[in-house]
């Protein structure tokens, strides 16, 4: 239901950008968030921004990473600067989603996007 893309191989220091729009029919969209996971640890929140466009952020990433979205594209946008190692891990994208009127919200996942940094 949400594609991700953006992710790549980057060094210390550098700067990716991950973007998350949704497929299929859309009514209306809560919050949008990132999320991570590393290898051998559990999955942990990166971001995430309402619909009216406050945000929160991890502390580990505070500074450097900044959440957007476009609510005429229905997309969201995690700007990553600042990459460090430890930034390593597979990002998800995740919103809260009413397909219709009729359906109640739904949390929906992207598939991932694997963000690398190394030198």
């Known amino acids: 239901q949400l594609q991700a893309s953006g992710g790549g191989l980057v060094q210390p220091g550098g700067s990716l950008r991950l973007s998350c729009a949704p497929s299929?029919?859309?009514?209306?969209?809560?919050?949008m968030a990132w999320y991570r996971q590393a290898p051998g640890k559990q999955r942990e929140l990166v971001a995430v921004?309402?619909?009216?466009?406050?945000?929160n952020y991890a502390d580990s990433v505070k500074g450097r990473f900044t959440i957007s979205r476009d609510n005429a594209k229905n997309t969201v946008y995690l700007q990553m600067n600042s990459l460090k190692p430890e930034d390593t891990a597979v990002y998800y994208c995740?919103?809260?989603?009413?397909?219709?009127?009729?359906?109640?919200?739904?949390?929906?996942w992207g598939q991932g996007t694997q963000v690398t940094v190394s030198s």
């Open positions: 995740n919103a809260v989603i009413r397909t219709s009127p009729y359906e109640y919200w739904g949390h929906y």
């Open positions: 299929g029919r859309i009514f209306s969209i809560n919050d």
């Open positions: 921004i309402n619909s009216g466009g406050s945000t």
